[in-house]
């Protein structure tokens, strides 16, 4: 693979956002739109919703104002409040249809408009939305607009977008308004809303959940067609009398096991399913999606994917871009990682305080590179932060729960955002909340409440531990009962009430966080020293001795899972990565390979 870093193309991010989510009625809206910022809050009363009111700038949709892509940036000034309007005429394929508006992603809270009347409202920086727009619409070009309220709230699951002007520690310039692409779809009376499909590798089946976006007033048929590589497997057909409805299907036919492909990354075969709704044997719905069959588990504290023990070599990866911060500027863009990602020697990656673009987890089903999905923290402690972590954790299920790549979802970080959560017993019940929450939403997969330390109820104890000699990390981890009943480095390992059942996986989830001296990032960025974790090394072979002896640390540990090194890419201020930011390697990938493969 050719590991130059990619042109934006002419027409930004054209692709389908969403390959797990298809219909064949899709009409991209990025491009420049025109833009404003509304510093006074005086947009609503001067009536900026309503058409044929220019605004004065432009901006350059999906990428935030605060970056170069965006025409606008880069820039770290904060705006709290910012408007969009674009106009857009309906395709003819979507006439006699409804056609619904979607946003990938709005930060933070919106309000958007058609026509002048109110479309809807939306609240939450990582999670898509879809409005009906359909009778605000007009024949001939509409008008489209968004006004969006950013404010710095720290009760916001905000991941490492900073709160302030500048940049602090290892967090960086955030980013406000629309950084996902927008589009239209049409549907028929009767539109799919979810097709949530959980696997069974144990019985060679799977259960496809299927939601309409109303609930039928007439009789209504599903087919299923499961394909894989093209060829059809299976034809289900089942009556639709209810909003939401579960199909069993059986994935073989008898006497024919072997022909089941579990999805693994040696084995990253996927299946692909369309779903219809019928009405007097009519399609009113049609939906591509796909899925995996794989089974991932804990037990007595053994990692299993597929009925198979599972070593994790996980690399840390924030998904910032130089030019577009957290919107990958392109698709090959999001590929270029994943397989860098590979050819490191991870078998995966953390992706780390981002509920990532839905391409990036396409792709790693694609190239068979497990994931573990982590929400943004916030960092403040309120009543809203409880209810803003409980939605935007939900919202990243209900958005990705089809993708067999995602095998472990990570609620908290570090305590952030839950700082007292070692004693404070509110803070505690807001973690395992979040895990049961999580587990009742989805088991399927694995949780890891607060990774990191001072841990709550949780499938693996997740721990990170930046000590930079071998011997010293063997030392920290020498016995795990001693580990599991009082710290990690410098942390408490769990929280004071929690007790460990000893079935849970360990893992050291953050390591490493080695930082070059001279790679051309000397000094400054943004007022800020660059930095990574104990002294910079000055040359590859200083960077190599560290790397080697830690890792080699860890696979010494006897009762480890895995590990994440810290960290993929360099970010801003923090020089730690495997790759400049531009995506250029700092040392011989081969060498790092044979470290993280373990080969002597």
């Keep these: 693979m050719n590991h130059e870093m990619p042109h934006t193309m002419p027409i930004p991010r054209p692709e389908h956002p969403r390959p797990d989510f298809v219909r064949e009625t899709f009409c991209n809206l990025n491009g420049t739109w025109q833009f404003a910022y509304d510093d006074r809050n005086e947009g609503l009363a001067a009536g900026w919703m309503k058409p044929g009111v220019q605004l004065p700038l432009e901006i350059v949709v999906p990428f935030a104002y605060q970056t170069k892509l965006s025409g606008l940036g880069p820039t770290d000034e904060i705006h709290p409040i910012i408007w969009y309007r674009r ?17 990938g992603a709005v930060d933070y809270e919106c309000s958007v408009y058609v026509n002048g009347q109110m479309a809807g409202t939306h609240k939450g920086g990582y999670a898509p939305f879809a409005l009906d727009i359909t009778p605000l619409l007009i024949d001939g070009e509409n008008d489209l607009c968004v006004r969006v309220e ?47 499909i959980t696997p069974d590798i144990d019985k060679y089946m799977f259960t496809a959940e299927i939601a309409l976006d109303k609930r039928p007033v007439e009789p209504l048929e599903l087919e299923l067609t499961i394909s894989f590589k093209g060829k059809i497997q299976k034809t289900v057909k089942v009556s639709m009398n209810d909003r939401c409805t579960r199909v069993p299907v059986n994935m073989v036919s008898e006497g024919d096991l072997d022909s089941i492909c579990f999805w693994s990354p040696q084995t990253p075969g996927l299946y692909d399913l369309k779903v219809r709704v019928l009405r007097n044997g009519e399609a009113v719905d049609t939906v591509d999606t796909y899925f995996g069959m794989r089974k991932i588990e804990v037990r007595d504290g053994r990692v299993y994917l597929n009925n198979r023990p599972l070593y994790q070599r996980l690399v840390l990866d924030q998904g910032y871009w130089p030019d577009s911060l957290i919107t990958p500027p392109n698709d090959e863009a999001i590929r270029l990682d994943l397989q860098y990602t590979l050819d490191f020697g991870y078998n995966g990656a953390r992706k780390h305080q981002k509920m990532e673009d839905p391409r990036y987890y396409y792709w790693a089903d694609k190239m068979g590179v497990l994931v573990w999905g982590e929400l943004p923290s916030p960092y403040e402690f309120t009543g809203d932060t409880i209810s803003n972590l409980a939605e935007t954790m939900l919202d990243f299920i209900e958005r990705d729960f089809n993708h067999p790549s995602i095998i472990t979802w990570v609620p908290l970080n570090e305590s952030w955002g839950v700082r007292n959560i070692y004693t404070d017993q509110c803070q505690q019940a807001a973690g395992r909340m979040l895990y049961h929450m999580t587990k009742a939403a989805d088991g399927t997969r694995l949780c890891s409440s607060n990774d990191g330390w001072e841990q709550v109820a949780t499938d693996i104890c997740a721990l990170h531990d930046y000590t930079a000699e071998k011997e010293l990390m063997k030392k920290h981890f020498a016995d795990r009962s001693i580990v599991e009943a009082s710290y990690c480095d410098q942390c408490p390992t769990y929280a004071n009430t929690e007790v460990p059942t000893g079935k849970e996986a360990f893992m050291v989830t953050e390591y490493g966080g080695i930082a070059f001296q001279n790679i051309g990032l000397q000094g400054e960025i943004g007022g800020m020293q660059t930095w990574g974790y104990h002294e910079k090394v000055t040359d590859e072979e200083a960077f190599i001795e560290r790397f080697k002896g830690v890792t080699e640390a860890i696979y010494e540990i006897p009762y480890c899972q895995g590990f994440c090194y810290t960290q993929l890419t360099d970010v801003m201020q923090e020089i730690n990565g495997l790759l ?13 390979k044979a470290i993280n493969l373990n080969q002597k």
């Design 87 to 103: 106009s857009f005429t309906v395709p003819a394929e979507m006439y006699g249809k409804r056609v619904l508006l979607r946003f």
């Design 580 to 592: 400049s930011p531009e995506r250029k390697p700092k040392m011989d990938i081969a060498r790092i």
């Design 150 to 196: 950013d404010e710095p709230d720290c009760t916001q699951p905000r991941g490492k977008q900073y709160w302030k002007k500048g940049l602090m520690g290892c967090w960086y310039t955030p980013v406000s308004g629309i950084w996902q692409t927008v589009y239209l779809e049409a549907v028929g009376e009767y539109g799919l809303k979810r097709i949530h």
